[in-house]
């Protein structure tokens, strides 16, 4: 059962785009981009906190956030927002629980994963390397230097 696992550290890497204009999205589109990317993280966060504040250790939590929820970005504005909603999330929980559980808002750029299709971007190591460096140090992270370039 979920209750009965130690969680030290929780990852919350959510990600769906659909991009597009605006205009041209419906309001499915929109919906389920912003359930993936903003609500499910907050739910999953408030699910789990409880386990990760009675251990008594330190716990950490990193969100997943992205790049583009740093700007308005045209063709996947839905995602851009939701992106900046799980950004607080991230950096308010860092406020909120200090001392007890590390939280992240990682705003990584373009990585190289099966999602890119573009073949371009940090390859997976560096972003997270570089994101872990900042764990505990920051509130919010590119993960690598490339990325906070933009």
């Known amino acids: 059962m979920l209750k009965d696992i130690d969680v030290a550290m929780l990852f ?8 597009g204009a605006f205009e041209d999205l ?6 389920q981009m912003c359930s993936v990317n903003a609500l499910q993280p907050i739910y999953t966060a408030k699910v789990l906190l409880d386990q990760m504040l009675a251990r008594g250790k330190l716990s950490a939590l990193v969100v997943t956030s992205s790049g583009l929820g ?15 909603f799980s950004d607080f999330l991230a950096r308010g929980l860092n406020f909120e629980l200090e001392g007890k559980v590390d939280c992240l808002s990682w705003q990584c750029g373009e990585v190289k994963t099966n999602l890119n299709k573009t073949g371009r971007g940090t390859t997976t190591d560096i972003a997270v390397k570089g ?9 919010m992270s590119y993960g690598c230097f490339s990325h906070a370039l933009g």
């Open 131 to 139: 994101m872990l460096k900042d764990l505990g140090k920051e509130g």
């Open 26 to 31: 419906t309001n499915m589109d929109v919906q």
């Open 70 to 84: 740093s700007i308005p970005c045209c063709g996947v504005l839905p995602y851009s927002c939701a992106k900046t």
């Open 12 to 19: 919350l890497n959510a990600g769906y785009a659909l991009p």
